[in-house]
């Protein structure tokens, strides 16, 4: 099985041109055996199930709280491998727990014979319905960990990233009262940069920063999450944020008011993100001038694939780009990971922020620095059982 499917490799690897230097030398042999190589990959199978994940911390943003959180775990094996997935659906959005399993139970992946027709198959998927970007993303991640663990590389590898540039992740702090918002910002005294939610009004929002300044002089991130209701008023926060030594701040008012923010982000003294004014690579032109950068969530944009196009076409209108999540397990926040060493931030700390983590992937140290596996895919071990991820770093 091993000689066989490391033949499989050197060949599909070969269809890949420059993006693997090392199958160069095997080329000339391996090309031609494509087509044989592919047919002699089994069928795919695809199997999901639900999977509520429990918060450590009651979470609120500027227009809910809660303390758990409904996912769904997809695997599609092929010739005894298997690729991991992940739907992670916060009640914010559109998606439920019934309406990612329906959506895969009409995903028929019988009639494609090869995974690396990752383009063929993802379109297939998208033009299923409209919507269901989780639902979708799911089945993205769980190729691209198969197609990956085919090829016996890493997706930043494959996309030629360099692992050393990974940033650090910030640690979300969720709007509280003073007490809670101090203890939680002592727990995450380590991490380099924090993230603040703020929206809900003035004396909450000063408050929130307050209660984190006495006790931590870190960089921060806001989120206004769309909460701040007046351009006036937003850019005054802004400002009073650039004084307290606030980095960034994302979408500070509601994502239809373009012109109010691209006039906050004319004046603004900081990076002004896009959020929820954005879901997949269509959204980005229309955010050029009106926003400094995008921030871009797998669980939104339908995965990976999507994602990396994002990328590099905000890059390519010289615009910024963090890469954020949802609560969600190692496996949705290691494949992010695989873009972060091309990010300007990374908001990768959902796996943090629960108690019942299903796997080993990237590693976070404990001031927030992301390191990237060797290990091929998404780089993930599922774990036996499991486990509080913030406790395995402090
Ligand atoms: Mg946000």
Same mark, same amino acid.
């Given at each position: 099985?091993?000689?066989?499917?490391?033949?499989?490799r050197?060949?599909?690897?070969?269809?890949?041109g420059?993006?693997f230097?090392?199958?160069?030398?095997?080329?000339a042999?391996?090309?031609?055996?494509?087509a044989?190589?592919?047919?002699?990959?089994g +069928?795919m199978?695809?199997?999901?199930?639900?999977y509520?994940? $429990?918060?450590?911390?009651?979470?609120?943003?500027?227009?809910?709280?809660?303390?758990?959180?409904?996912g769904?775990?997809v695997?599609?094996?092929?010739?005894?491998?298997?690729?991991?997935?992940?739907?992670?659906m916060p009640p914010?959005?559109?998606?439920?727990?019934d309406s990612?399993l329906?959506?895969? +139970?009409?995903?028929d992946l019988?009639?494609f014979?090869?995974?690396?027709a990752l383009?063929?198959?993802?379109?297939y998927?998208?033009?299923?319905?409209?919507?269901n970007?989780?639902?979708?993303c799911?089945?993205d991640?769980?190729l691209h960990?198969l197609?990956?663990?085919?090829?016996?590389q890493?997706?930043?590898?494959?996309?030629?990233?360099? +692992?050393? !540039?990974?940033?650090?992740?910030m640690?979300?702090?969720?709007?509280?009262?003073p007490?809670?918002?101090?203890?939680?910002?002592r727990?995450a005294?380590?991490?380099?940069?924090?993230k603040? !939610?703020?929206?809900?009004?003035?004396?909450?929002d000063?408050?929130?920063?307050?209660?984190?300044?006495?006790?931590?002089?870190?960089?921060?991130?806001?989120?206004?999450?769309?909460g701040?209701k007046? !351009?006036v008023?937003?850019l005054?926060?802004?400002?009073w944020?650039?004084?307290?030594?606030?980095?960034?701040?994302?979408?500070p008012?509601?994502?239809?008011?373009?012109?109010?923010?691209a006039?906050?982000?004319?004046r603004?003294?900081?990076?002004?993100?896009?959020d929820?004014?954005l879901?997949?690579?269509?959204?980005?032109?229309?955010?050029?001038?009106?926003?400094s950068?995008?921030?871009?969530?797998?669980?939104?944009?339908?995965?990976?694939?999507?994602?990396?196009?994002?990328?590099n076409?905000?890059?390519?209108?010289?615009?910024?780009?963090m890469?954020g999540c949802m609560?969600?397990t190692?496996?949705a926040?290691?494949?992010?990971?695989q873009?972060?060493?091309?990010?300007?931030?990374?908001?990768l700390?959902?796996n943090?922020l629960i108690?019942n983590d299903?796997?080993?992937?990237v590693r $976070?140290?404990p001031?927030?620095?992301?390191?990237?596996?060797? +290990?091929?895919g998404?780089?993930?071990?599922?774990?036996?059982k499991p486990?509080?991820r913030?406790?395995?770093?402090?």
């Amino acid at each position: 099985m091993s000689t066989r499917r490391n033949f499989m490799r050197a060949s599909l690897a070969a269809t890949l041109g420059a993006a693997f230097a090392q199958s160069s030398a095997r080329s000339a042999f391996a090309a031609p055996q494509v087509a044989d190589a592919a047919s002699a990959l089994g +069928k795919m199978k695809l199997s999901f199930r639900p999977y509520l994940l $429990t918060l450590r911390h009651a979470f609120g943003v500027s227009g809910v709280t809660r303390t758990e959180t409904m996912g769904v775990q997809v695997e599609i094996e092929c010739d005894g491998i298997v690729g991991y997935g992940e739907a992670s659906m916060p009640p914010y959005l559109s998606e439920s727990t019934d309406s990612v399993l329906a959506f895969l +139970k009409r995903v028929d992946l019988s009639q494609f014979n090869d995974p690396f027709a990752l383009d063929d198959i993802l379109t297939y998927v998208d033009g299923i319905c409209e919507n269901n970007a989780a639902a979708k993303c799911s089945i993205d991640l769980a190729l691209h960990d198969l197609v990956g663990k085919l090829m016996g590389q890493p997706w930043w590898r494959i996309w030629g990233l360099n +692992k050393e !540039k990974t940033p650090t992740t910030m640690y979300t702090i969720g709007i509280d009262t003073p007490e809670k918002v101090m203890e939680k910002t002592r727990e995450a005294a380590k991490f380099e940069l924090l993230k603040v !939610k703020l929206g809900r009004d003035k004396k909450s929002d000063r408050e929130m920063i307050e209660s984190v300044r006495a006790v931590s002089d870190k960089p921060i991130a806001v989120d206004a999450n769309q909460g701040w209701k007046d !351009k006036v008023y937003a850019l005054e926060m802004i400002e009073w944020l650039h004084e307290q030594g606030i980095v960034m701040v994302e979408q500070p008012m509601k994502k239809t008011k373009h012109d109010d923010i691209a006039w906050i982000t004319e004046r603004s003294p900081l990076p002004i993100m896009a959020d929820e004014s954005l879901q997949r690579l269509t959204d980005i032109p229309k955010l050029k001038g009106v926003f400094s950068g995008i921030n871009i969530k797998l669980m939104k944009c339908t995965g990976l694939r999507e994602a990396w196009k994002m990328l590099n076409f905000a890059r390519a209108l010289d615009m910024k780009v963090m890469v954020g999540c949802m609560t969600e397990t190692s496996c949705a926040i290691s494949a992010a990971a695989q873009l972060s060493p091309a990010v300007d931030w990374a908001d990768l700390d959902g796996n943090l922020l629960i108690s019942n983590d299903l796997f080993d992937g990237v590693r $976070t140290e404990p001031n927030g620095k992301l390191v990237l596996s060797d +290990k091929p895919g998404l780089g993930l071990t599922k774990l036996e059982k499991p486990i509080n991820r913030l406790d395995t770093l402090i």
